[in-house]
């Protein structure tokens, strides 16, 4: 089974595909800033440096697509299907040109999408949609206090949150989307909520 664990930055996707992954023995494909050249200079001048931040998050992402095939079990802390979210939100506030923005829908919609439609052993079984308020995400992202995010304005964080909104109304009749409102809730909690949704229990745990 292949599980997506998504939603902003700061919902808690990372603590909950770890928790999810060590209990049911999944294999765990963690999101790849650590490998990211251009993520510290991103937060700093996002419209210098947007396209290639972006193109750069959607290889590595195909990468572990890819490397997903050799597992019978994986967990996605965020996934190749978002990666359009972030893409639209710097296209809104004016980050990417129109050129740029253009360029990146097209290779998008013509090589991702139609390999994720056409190749089986690729396909995303569930997609965990992880919700929270624009500023409960805030609150957490101050709260663990990252240093590349103390800078980025509260509107990035907001019109991240409309958008993934937007995308799920876009995608919930194409993908199986199981959405799990966060709002005061702990992560374990959170873990076994989607545990119990999906069943994970009862799954043949061998990776």
């Given at each position: 089974?292949?599980?997506?664990?998504?939603?902003?930055?700061?919902?808690?996707?990372?603590?909950?595909?770890?928790?999810?992954?060590?209990?049911?023995?999944?294999?765990?494909?963690?999101?790849?800033?650590?490998?990211?050249?251009?993520?510290?200079?991103?937060y700093k001048n996002p419209k210098k440096i947007a396209f290639q931040m972006e193109l750069f998050m959607t290889l590595m992402r195909s990468q572990q697509l890819n490397q997903s095939k050799n597992f019978n079990n994986v967990i996605f802390d965020r996934s190749i299907l978002e990666d359009p979210i972030f893409v639209d939100v710097l296209y809104e506030m004016k980050h990417l040109n129109d050129t740029d923005y253009k360029i990146y829908m097209e290779f998008y919609n013509e090589v991702i999408l139609n390999t994720l439609k056409l190749d089986k052993k690729v396909k995303i079984d569930k997609v965990i949609y992880l919700t929270a308020s624009a500023k409960t995400a805030i609150d957490r992202i101050e709260k663990r206090g990252r240093e590349v995010e103390k800078n980025v304005d509260n509107e990035y964080w907001e019109v991240l949150n409309k958008h993934y909104d937007l995308w799920y109304k876009k995608f919930k009749n194409h993908f199986e989307i199981i959405v799990i409102d966060t709002e005061n809730k702990e992560p374990d909690m959170i873990a076994n909520e989607i545990a119990s949704v999906i069943k994970l229990g009862d799954l043949d745990n061998e990776n």
């Open positions: 089974m292949k599980i997506v664990i998504s939603g902003v930055v700061g919902v808690g996707k990372s603590t909950i595909s770890n928790l999810l992954a060590n209990k049911y023995n999944f294999h765990l494909f963690e999101e790849p800033v650590e490998k990211n050249p251009f993520l510290d200079e991103f």
